[in-house]
């Protein structure tokens, strides 16, 4: 008990206490208040946070695309699955039984059929598209820009170099539109306003109602055969997407047969817009190539990495490095350094690491194998580029 008079009493904390008795001072106080946050704390668990935090930093910063494409199944749902439509082919079948095969009538005559292209840089798959359906193709409508997707300036290639494709002049409307060149927008917009004007540009070509529409990129082929077929058949859907086997860098490199984008539209007028994605689930297996990032020079890549409407996949400059662009071509490997875009754990595990190499070079568009000595490194066996 305290003894009897006046009495003061102060709450301390033994902590923070001064030595020899003496009333602690502020900084020390301070210190000793920090000593009490402290002291029930692992001082090997703090040294981990301090190491384990700047390094999951930098990991997510570096990785952290791979994790969200890894993550897809959970956080995207599938989309609806196609409705393909066998396909039936062989060089030794008459038109009216293949047209049978597919439960569609044979025609007296041929629609007329126009092939319809936004144009980069990709002269080379350009002219193998082109010379792949030159039998078969009415009118060749082609868009070229000054402007990329992303808004830089680019020379107007195909006119530049309109003398490789004399075959089909007297069949070619031709337009040019200029970029709006707008900073800071997102590249779809850009993309989108170019598609528009296509339709415009397919109006100029004189297409009627019932005419065969290809809506692809340059580097989607549909095979001759297909188009013949579908020029030649009753009754087909007004809105066909095509099966296409996917390929990276050249001809050696088989992802997948999972490319529908390109499609075939019996052309309506009012109706038909040109467009680049989904507009219905039936889609006809095995119709062509797609033949992704397929360029000779080096110089290509790297223009179409910064062009294109994915130009955000670029992370870091070293990307853009022509040793490490030539090293990913030949190991097959990805150029953005990214996971497969899968919506099934078991399909993203099932495409980790490079696409293996193809032998086979069965069944290729014909002009390619015909011009073999032009186009060589898009075969098997040729992955080494030139710089351009």
Known sequence: ?????NYGYKKTDGICDGVCGEPASKAVLTMSRLK????????????????GVPFLILMIYAHGQKVTY????????????FKTIPHYYHENVT??????????????????????VLFSNELDILEIRWNELSPYVSEFVLLESNSTFTGLKKPLHYKENRHRFGFAE???????????????????VEESYQRVALDQLL???????????????????????????????????????????????????????KSWRASIHRYRAG????????????????????????????????????????????RFKYFLNPDRIQDVICRGADLFDMLPEEYTFQEIIAKLGP???????????????KNVDRFRYLLPGYCRRESG
């Open 70 to 81: 890894f993550l897809r199944p959970i956080w995207e749902s599938p989309p609806k699955p």
């Open 170 to 188: 007297s069949r070619l409307t031709y337009g040019m539109i200029g970029g709006r060149f707008v900073k800071g927008e997102n590249p779809f």
């Open 271 to 314: 109706k038909t817009r040109y467009a680049h994605f989904r507009q219905t689930d039936e889609l006809l297996a095995d119709s062509g190539w797609h033949c992704s990032f397929c360029f000779r020079y080096i110089s290509d890549f790297v223009f179409k990495m910064q062009a294109y409407s994915h130009v955000d996949r670029i």
């Open 203 to 257: 109006k100029i070509a004189k297409i009627e109602d019932d005419d065969l529409l290809i809506m692809s990129d340059v580097d989607e082929i549909p095979s001759g055969h297909t188009i013949d077929l579908l020029r030649w058949c009753d009754n087909i859907p007004e809105i066909l997407h095509l099966q296409l086997r996917n390929y990276l860098y050249s001809f050696e490199f088989f992802l997948d047969d």
């Open 95 to 116: 038109m009216g039984n293949l047209c049978k095969l597919h439960g569609w009538e044979v025609r007296d005559t041929p629609r007329r059929v126009f092939d319809a």
């Open 1 to 5: 008990m305290p003894e009897s008079g």
């Open 36 to 51: 009490c946050v402290l002291r029930g704390f692992d001082f090997r668990v703090l040294l981990a946070l301090l190491i």
């Open 355 to 369: 696409i293996p190499s193809t032998f086979s070079a069965v069944h290729l568009p014909s002009y390619l194998l």
